[in-house]
């Protein structure tokens, strides 16, 4: 099974700020790595697809790079609404995993 | 608009079974690939099962292989899980997920979720 570990588990951050959270699998998923956000009491949202394509709807101010093994999310400026946790995914093969988890949080 | 919008949660006893289901709209379901996913009160997202759009493929994760049974029915737009022998442990929200084969396999339709409880 490929193991999915995101760092860091949480963080706090001010509205405006760049946020970065990294994303390692144990070993190589191509760019089939998915990054999804989930706020408290609702399913989970697509956010990056194939490891940099934004989904659809999704605001320019996240992108997603890498490849193989190490990925980013990036949030460019962090807006009230972004404050949520966000998951990787790795779609390369079953089981399909995701890491354990971001928490955005207010500074 | 796309939904998915799934039932059949509630409070069970463990050993006991339950079945989840999941009614599509919005797309044509028989060409989508599909999964469950769930997530403990408090804990991460976890995949479950999978069926091909066509059911000829199915997929499970170690937790539950042998005690849950994925399935579908394309004049229903319906996709279920058959739960049985529950564990403490199973206890969360369901989710079901559609598969976007052209976005990298990425899940990117969800359902509500539904919340199983198992507890005596």
């Known amino acids: 099974d490929i193991q999915m570990t995101q760092s860091p588990s949480s963080l706090s951050a001010s509205v405006g700020d760049r946020v970065t959270i990294t994303c390692r699998a144990s070993?190589?998923?191509?760019?089939?790595l998915n990054w999804y956000q989930q706020k408290p009491g609702k399913a989970p949202q697509l956010l990056i697809y194939?490891?940099?394509s934004l989904q659809s709807g999704v605001p320019s101010r996240f992108s997603g790079r890498g490849s193989g093994t190490d990925f980013t999310l990036t949030i460019s400026s962090l807006q009230p609404e972004d404050f949520a946790t966000y998951y990787c995914?790795?779609?390369?093969?079953?089981?399909?995993?995701f890491g354990q988890g971001t928490k955005v949080e207010i500074k | 608009q796309v939904q998915l919008v799934e039932s059949g949660g509630g409070v069970v006893q463990p050993g006991r079974s339950l079945r989840l289901s999941c009614v599509a709209s919005?797309?044509?379901?028989?060409?989508?690939?599909m999964h469950w996913v769930r997530q403990a009160p408090g804990k991460g997202l976890e995949w479950v099962a999978f069926?091909?759009?066509?059911?000829?493929?199915?997929d499970y994760a170690d937790p539950v292989n042998g005690r849950f049974t994925i399935s579908r029915d394309k004049s229903k737009n319906t996709l279920y899980l058959e739960m049985s022998s529950l564990r403490v442990e199973d206890t969360g929200v369901y989710y079901c997920a559609r598969e976007n084969s052209g976005l990298y396999e990425a899940f990117d339709e969800w359902g509500q979720g539904t919340m199983v409880t198992v507890s005596s």
């Open positions: 194939g490891a940099s």
């Open positions: 919005g797309f044509t379901f028989s060409t989508y690939d």
């Open positions: 069926m091909s759009y066509d059911g000829s493929n199915k």
């Open positions: 995914q790795q779609s390369d093969s079953s089981p399909w995993t």
């Open positions: 070993q190589s998923t191509r760019t089939y």
